[in-house]
């Protein structure tokens, strides 16, 4: 009986154990793609992008594809730049627009990374978002129109908005100070 019951446990568990092991190796495959490896990054080609779902997540790492591709959300809190303060330019991470500068962050203590205005009217653009039984309105990259998070009425002066970011969609290129 002993026999029987050693040979069904590894039965059940060798084989869970290789999937296991299979969807490691394939996410830290995805989570290693590089800016290098997407050619529809750059910092300087403003042109629009048409691109599908396909075509993005081949070149898009598995975290910033679940972002700006199916719409999701970082958890409070966790992203890299929910609390940074440095100097510089915020780019979106899928196509490398120019997106805020560090001049526009404060603390808004949501737990995502907040500014109160975008660097320009065309590099981000708005899109009605009724899900989750809530109306608000969905921010997106004026180049790819990868999602970016939600713009509400909550912010500081001079504008009172509040963009509500994904720290995982964003890029940030540090300045000098004194430059």
């Not at 779902?53 to 730049?81: M, Q, S």
């Not at 196509?95 to 590099?123: M, Y």
């Amino acid at each position: 009986m002993k026999m029987i019951q050693k040979f069904l446990l590894a039965f059940i568990l060798i084989p869970s154990l290789g999937c296991s092991q299979t969807n490691q190796d394939e996410n830290t495959k995805t989570m290693t793609v590089s800016k290098n490896e997407n050619p529809y990054y750059s910092k300087t080609d403003t042109t629009k992008l048409k691109l599908s779902n396909v075509e993005w997540k081949k070149v898009l790492p598995e975290d910033v594809y679940y972002i700006a591709r199916e719409k999701g959300t970082e958890r409070a809190f966790t992203g890299k730049y929910w609390d940074s303060e440095g100097l510089g330019n915020y780019y979106c991470a899928a196509c490398g627009n120019h997106l805020f500068i560090s001049d526009s962050k404060f603390s808004s203590q949501c737990g995502w990374p907040s500014f109160f205005e975008a660097i320009s009217v065309k590099s981000v653009e708005y899109n009605k978002d009724a899900t989750h039984g809530m109306i608000r309105t969905e921010v997106v990259c004026g180049r790819c129109g990868g999602h970016l998070g939600h713009i509400f009425d909550d912010g500081p002066p001079p504008t009172y908005k509040r963009f509500c970011m994904n720290s995982i969609v964003l890029d940030f290129e540090s300045i000098a100070e004194n430059d």
